[in-house]
């Protein structure tokens, strides 16, 4: 009976700190005043993509990872929106090295709609291949 009440105890006790640690981790994060945003490279071959961006509203700033070990980098496509759609306005090449990070910063109109996507690339002027998804964000 007590073992019981002593597991039972114990249980109750970690439910609880895990509640408060979410309640916690919650506030924080939604008294952010920005968004972040992330786009990968489809995995093609892989388990995981072979790189990813993140695109930061505060600042706009990108952050493109590489993240496999393949001898190949990973390209950034960024478009911009007007009235008669998304056009393309930069691209951006990083061949740092698996788990390297390089950063480009931007300066963009206030709510400019953007679009970006990630691409593995056979280096700086090679063809790009497995491109993600787009994804859309407002500066």
Not at 65 to 92: E, K, M, Q
Not at 103 to 116: G, V
Request: hydrophobic share 35%.
């Amino acid at each position: 009976m007590r073992t019981s009440f002593k597991r039972a105890a114990a249980t109750a006790a970690t439910t609880m700190a895990l509640v408060a640690g979410t309640a916690i981790c919650a506030s924080s994060a939604s008294a952010a005043d920005h968004d972040v945003y992330s786009a990968d490279a489809a995995p093609g071959g892989y388990i995981w993509p072979q790189g990813m961006a993140y695109f930061f509203s505060y600042g706009e700033r990108f952050e493109l990872h590489d993240d496999v070990a393949d001898g190949d980098g990973v390209a950034l496509r960024i478009d911009f929106y007007s009235s008669t759609g998304y056009y393309r306005y930069d691209n951006r090449y990083f061949g740092g090295g698996a788990g390297k990070t390089q950063p480009f910063d931007y300066e963009f109109a206030e709510d400019r709609k953007i679009r970006f996507s990630v691409c593995a690339q056979n280096g700086p002027s090679g063809a790009r291949y497995n491109c993600g998804d787009w994804t859309y964000a407002t500066a």
